[in-house]
């Protein structure tokens, strides 16, 4: 991780001439104390990096040096095909300081016209991964699912299931698949003797063995996450079936967009109001969505829920009266 970041550095400074510290830290997702450490390892190394004080200095190579960094290697062309295929890698990992470094390159192998342009997009331009509340969980052993998916190395991992429990497995991952955010590695599992989807968040501890592996010939990663993607979602239609909560409300909203993602059973129209009946899966589900559409929606059934929001509504009302 640090070799990475050093030569993000140095490509860097190469590529744009002065670097600030702060500008350094943010392309690298790093800290500035970290850079400033990382400059002292490379003018130890020999590198001949000098400070130029002032508002516009920063850091910078003595006159006339150089270094040949618009070269991409074998591994940055698959860092940055993975990037086009929408494939981000999670922060503070090696995958990440490679996709910086790889993108660099590119940035140097082009015209100074382009140049610029490029990093005028990487400047204005973002994407963020992270939920509007709470953390998105980071995977620091993507690096390492990678690799052994590219080198065909089996891995010792021990997996956590749903109910908590934990197990060993000796797999032999044939591809990885990134849905919504989330890591899913497509395995053949040593010990169920069939391939699996495998959630990379739920790996708790994981080894790279020295044993290799051949895949299976007719093993198509896109066709095999397509039937698992097809037998999950019957299988979750099928548990939705038979713990079903059915909600009647009222609106004036055709359709409410917040509604969408739930399964409209039926609907009518009376006079200038919509009547729909909605399957909210359960009872706490239908409190969380509809309560804050109390003021846009009514519930007519079932009357567990309607005096649920009343309930809720009479409590809100009571903490504001006037004293």
């Known amino acids: ?5 050093l030569l993000g550095i140095m490509m860097l400074i190469d590529s744009r001439g002065i670097m600030k510290a702060g500008n350094l830290a943010r392309i690298l997702e790093t800290s500035e104390r970290t850079v400033y450490r990382d400059i002292d390892i490379l ?11 002032g508002p516009n200095g920063g850091y910078s190579f003595m006159e006339d040096y150089k270094i040949n960094s618009n070269v991409l290697e074998s591994g940055d062309a698959v860092t940055l095909l993975l990037s086009s ?15 910086n470094n790889a993108l660099i390159k590119l940035e140097n192998s082009v015209s100074k016209e382009h140049k610029e342009e490029i990093i005028k997009a990487k400047e204005r331009f973002f994407i963020d991964l992270d939920p509007w509340w709470g953390r998105r969980i980071e995977n620091q052993n993507i690096d390492t699912i990678k690799k052994a998916v590219l080198h065909l190395k089996k891995l010792k991992v021990h997996y956590k299931k749903y109910n908590g429990e934990i197990s060993e497995r000796i797999i032999r991952p044939y591809g990885a698949v ?3 955010a989330e890591w899913y590695v497509a395995a053949f599992c040593e010990v169920k003797e069939e391939i699996r989807i495998f959630k990379c968040s739920r790996i708790e501890n994981i080894e790279v063995l020295d044993e290799s592996f051949s895949m299976a010939e007719d093993f198509h990663l896109e066709e095999f996450w397509g039937n698992s993607k097809q037998k999950f979602q019957e299988q979750a239609s099928f548990k939705v079936e038979h713990s079903a909560y059915p909600v009647k409300i009222k609106s004036y909203e055709e359709r409410n967009q917040i509604l969408q993602g739930f399964h409209v059973c039926s609907s009518m129209k009376i006079e200038d109001k919509w009547v729909y009946d909605i399957d909210m899966i359960s009872f706490q589900t239908a409190c969380n969505v509809i309560f804050p559409l109390s003021d846009r929606v009514e519930v007519l059934e079932p009357v567990e829920l309607r005096e649920y929001i009343k309930k809720k509504a009479n409590k809100i009302l009571d903490l504001y009266k006037t004293r």
């Open 85 to 99: 295929m929408g494939i981000r890698p999670e922060k503070n990992t090696e995958m990440a300081q490679q996709l």
């Open 1 to 5: 991780m640090r070799l990475h970041r």
């Open 178 to 180: 990134v849905k919504n």
């Open 43 to 53: 003018c130890e190394a020999g590198i001949p990096i000098m400070s130029i004080p």
